[in-house]
C-alpha cells in the first residue's frame, strides 16, 4: 500500500519570502513518481511539478523546486519568493509501478498555505 | 480545447435521490478518473476506467457506479444518495501511465454534491 503524508495542515508565509512544504510518502514499489498539485480557492487542481524516483536531479519549474530525499522518502515543495496568488491547498501525491499502482494517484490531506503581503 | 469538463457544477439533492454526473474530454486520453474530495482527507479514488467499456473500483467505490461507454465520457451515478455522499468530486483523464512515468492527471473543475 502507499501513502502520502503531509504533516503541515496550515502554513503561514511573508510574501517574497521562500517557503517549504513537507511531504513524505511510504511505498515498496521500486519505481514511483511524485507529484505536487495547487488547490486555490476557486477548487481547481493543478499540476505543479513532477519528480521520479530514478531522477538524478531534483525537479524545478519557475520558482517550484522539489527536495528529494529518496533515502528519507521525502518530496517536500519548496516555493521561492512567494506570491499573494500562492495562497492555496498543496497537495503530494505518488504513482506506483506495480500492476495494480501505475495508474492511480494517492494523495495527502494538503496544507493550506496562506501568503500575508 | 476545452480539457476536462464537469456537469453540473452544483447539485443539492434528497436523501434517497439518484443523480449522474457528467465528465467529458477532450485530449482523447485512455484513462479517466473519478474522485472525491473531503475536508482534511485529500482525494481518493472512487472509480476508473482504463479505457472505452471499462470500469474498475478505486478505494471508495461503495454507493456509487461507473460507466465509460464513449471513450471521451464517463459518467458517476448515484442511485440512492445518502448525506455521507456529501463531497466536491472531480473527474480526471490521462493517458496511460506505463512508459509516460511523468504524465500527469488533467483534472476537471470539479462538482460540488450536498445530500439533504
Known amino acids: 500500500a502507499q501513502k502520502i503524508t503531509q504533516t503541515q495542515p496550515g502554513m503561514f508565509v511573508q510574501e517574497k519570502e521562500a517557503v517549504t512544504l513537507d511531504c513524505t510518502y511510504d511505498t515498496s514499489d521500486p519505481s514511483y513518481g511524485l507529484f505536487w498539485y495547487k488547490q486555490p480557492s476557486s477548487g481547481e487542481m493543478i499540476f505543479l511539478i513532477y519528480?521520479?524516483?530514478?531522477?538524478?536531479q531534483n525537479a524545478t519549474e519557475g520558482r517550484y523546486s522539489l527536495n528529494f530525499q529518496k533515502a528519507r522518502k521525502s518530496a517536500n515543495l519548496v516555493i521561492s519568493a512567494s506570491q499573494l496568488g500562492d495562497s492555496a491547498m498543496y497537495f503530494c501525491a505518488m504513482r506506483g509501478s506495480s500492476g495494480g499502482s501505475n495508474y492511480k494517484l494517492t494523495f495527502g490531506k494538503g496544507t493550506l498555505l496562506t501568503v500575508n503581503p | 480545447n476545452a480539457g476536462v469538463t464537469q456537469t453540473p457544477k452544483f447539485r443539492v439533492l434528497k436523501t434517497g435521490q439518484s443523480m449522474t454526473l457528467l465528465c467529458a474530454q477532450d485530449?482523447?486520453?485512455?484513462?479517466m478518473y473519478w474522485y472525491r474530495q473531503d475536508p482534511g482527507m485529500g482525494l481518493r479514488l472512487i472509480h476508473y476506467s482504463v479505457g472505452e467499456g471499462t470500469t474498475a473500483k478505486g478505494e471508495v467505490p461503495d454507493g456509487y457506479n461507473v460507466s465509460r461507454l464513449k471513450k471521451q465520457n464517463f459518467l458517476l451515478g448515484l442511485e440512492s444518495a445518502a448525506p455521507s455522499q456529501t463531497s466536491v468530486y472531480f473527474c480526471a483523464s490521462s493517458y496511460p501511465p506505463s512508459g509516460r512515468p511523468q504524465e500527469t492527471q488533467y483534472f476537471g473543475p470539479g462538482t460540488r454534491l450536498l445530500v439533504l
Open positions: 485530449m482523447n486520453h485512455e484513462y
Open positions: 519528480q521520479g524516483s530514478y531522477d538524478q
